[in-house]
């Protein structure tokens, strides 16, 4: 994960965006491309979408995970320990049934 974060972290620095890159834009971001994703499954049921629209849904997930990662970074999140301290936590909002 670090290696991908710094790569994207160069992709920014190279083209001068870092200044545009704050947390409320880059919130901004996650949601604008969330929604870019939602897009190709408007008017369409699952099946039809992956089908008509894979590869664009493919770039849309990538692009809401980079901006993601970008405010993590700016942050100092890490997403992986946060995600596992999430986990534990809904699973005891969430605890499994017995049957």
């Known amino acids: 994960m670090k290696k991908l974060i710094q790569k ?7 083209r001068g965006w870092k200044p545009y890159h704050n947390e409320k834009d880059l919130a901004i971001s996650i949601s604008l491309e969330a929604n870019e994703l939602l897009e190709n499954f408007q008017w369409r049921n699952s099946e039809e979408a992956v089908s008509e629209s894979k590869q664009n849904i493919k770039e849309e997930m990538a692009d809401v ?12 999140v890490d997403l992986e320990e946060e995600a596992l301290k999430k986990m534990e936590k809904n699973a005891l909002k969430y605890p499994v049934k017995s049957k």
């Not at 995970?65 to 100092?76: G, H, N, S, V, W």
């Open 65 to 76: 995970f980079i901006y993601l990662l970008q405010l993590a970074e700016k942050m100092d």
């Open 8 to 14: 994207i972290v160069e992709f920014r620095d190279e």
